[in-house]
């Protein structure tokens, strides 16, 4: 299911969020521990493990994060397909537009 | 007081005795029948007189939930260090180990987390070398 566009504003408006995006852009399939680890580690980001994972129900609820149970673990993927949204509504590419 | 022995959890003394000895490379230092289980502990045969390694049958359910919930957001039950964990990832890698997270360094360290196959993951991990100047 499409999320609604505002959904993925909400979701890219926290820094917190944004470095989540940054780290999973480098890797996909985090699970929680890792993402809290290189939040702290690259970002200086110290949130406590329950906050980032209500960061990543927001994501997940934008359908820019989504969630993957492979065995016993439970690993995290970046979508960036709902982004497309945004530039179909304000065109990258928009004829007659000043240089 | 002094801290002498830690302890893992495992699912199966044989079973991780096996593991932890053959594959990780941890050497046997006690191990007293009692009863349905035994007193099992390890060493690194690089600090045979160091901190042992307790493993600990996790029959109580409540261990299991712990573990369970640990196991699924990837968090590690205990950490060991090594001096290249790259080296060690490749060389548990060719032995089968499943790791949860290949060698990433960050904040001075580069760490890796992988599966014990005895209901844990385990966390290795090495200081970065200083840079020079």
Redesign the interface.
């Known amino acids: 299911m499409v999320a609604a566009v505002g959904d993925v504003f909400k979701a890219l408006a926290d820094p917190t969020r944004r470095a989540i995006l940054d780290e999973l852009q480098e890797r996909d399939g985090q699970t929680l521990f890792e993402l809290c680890t290189r939040l702290v580690g690259r970002h200086g980001l110290g949130s406590s493990r329950q906050a980032v994972s209500q960061h990543l129900d927001v994501l997940e609820a934008a359908g820019l994060v989504r969630t993957r149970r492979q065995g016993r673990y439970k690993f995290h993927d970046l979508d960036t397909s709902p982004l497309r949204a945004v530039t179909e509504r304000w065109r990258l590419d928009r004829r007659g537009a000043n240089p | 007081m002094r801290i002498t022995v830690t302890s893992v959890l495992v699912d199966d003394q044989e079973k991780a005795l096996r593991f932890y000895t053959e594959v990780l490379g941890f050497a046997k230092k006690t191990e007293i029948p009692l009863g349905e289980h035994r007193w099992l502990t390890l060493v690194s045969p690089q600090d045979p007189d160091g901190v042992e390694l307790a493993l600990e049958p996790d029959e109580h359910h409540g261990a299991q939930a712990f573990k369970?919930t640990l196991?699924?957001?990837?968090?590690?039950y205990t950490m060991f260090s090594v001096e290249d964990v790259q080296a060690e990832h490749d060389r548990l890698t060719g032995l089968g180990v499943v790791f949860?997270?290949p060698p990433?360094e960050?904040?001075?360290?580069t760490?890796a987390?992988l599966d014990d196959t005895c209901g844990n993951l385990l966390m290795i991990a090495a200081m970065q070398p200083a840079a020079d100047g």
């Open positions: 369970r196991v699924e957001d990837g968090i590690p949860t997270q990433t960050m904040g001075g360290m760490t987390v």
